[in-house]
């Protein structure tokens, strides 16, 4: 079964300062890669997704950008953090045509000051 | 995708039985409808899906009407360590989907 890897688990940035989340897949290969935010007692907001290498969609314009080298590599950056983009961030893929659950990775937890 | 509409909140007490309704009135003919549990600084984890009347697992049941315009999660005598929050999705399940999560329901179960 496939498996996400986040890393790391926590993270303290001051503002201003450059971000790189990592998130790698395993056990299976082209999947449906996402980045997800989610505020404090909120929902989970789509930021980006991919359906193969080099293919981004981004849900909503904002201060981060997304990219896919690699088949089951998926990263969320940023060169310069604001406090907004404080939250917790997730990564998740799905198997393209073998139905709709999501599989989730544990999560980053982003604090900028 | 449809959007879907569900409670923010609920509270229950050890051991009753949770209904949780979500209306989807756009769904689409292709749709399955999905739910997933999230608990405090974890990701969502799958528990349910289903298209049409009765789908049952060892975690909960999920029940749809023939006009398929709601669901509702069905969760058997709910312990303290049901407590999260739970997310109804609606969509299909062919090649590109996206998942888009709404607010979900805050279920707080009560000793």
């Known amino acids: 079964s496939q498996t996400i890897h986040q890393w790391p688990a926590t993270l303290v940035q001051p503002v201003g300062s450059p971000l790189s989340l990592e998130c790698t897949v395993e056990?299976?290969?082209?999947?449906?890669l996402y980045w997800y935010r989610q505020a404090a007692g909120r929902g989970l907001q789509l930021l980006f997704y991919?359906?193969?290498?080099?293919?981004i969609s981004s849900e909503v314009p904002q201060n981060l950008s997304a990219s896919r080298p690699q088949d089951r590599q998926f990263i969320l950056s940023s060169k310069k953090l604001l406090l907004s983009d404080s939250g917790f961030y997730l990564c998740?893929?799905?198997?393209?045509?073998?139905?709709?659950?999501?599989?989730f990775g544990q999560g980053t937890r982003l604090t900028v000051v | 995708l449809a959007k879907t509409t569900q409670p923010i909140s609920m509270d229950s007490y050890e051991g009753q039985e949770v209904n949780i309704t979500c209306s989807h009135n756009?769904?689409?003919?292709?749709?399955?409808i999905t739910w997933y549990q999230q608990f405090p600084s974890q990701g969502p984890r799958f528990i349910i899906q289903?298209?049409?009347t009765k789908v049952t697992n060892e975690v909960a049941s999920l029940f749809i009407p023939a006009d398929r315009k709601s669901s509702t999660l069905s969760l058997p005598r709910v312990s303290l360590s049901d407590t999260a929050v739970y997310y109804c999705?609606?969509?299909?399940?062919?090649?590109?989907?996206?998942?888009?999560f709404g607010p979900g329901t805050r279920l707080s179960v009560l000793p």
């Open positions: 998740a893929c799905d198997i393209q045509g073998e139905g709709a659950e999501a599989f």
């Open positions: 056990g299976t290969s082209n999947p449906n």
């Open positions: 991919s359906v193969g290498i080099g293919q």
């Open positions: 756009n769904i689409a003919t292709n749709d399955y």
């Open positions: 289903g298209y049409k």
């Open positions: 999705l609606v969509g299909r399940d062919n090649y590109g989907q996206n998942f888009v």
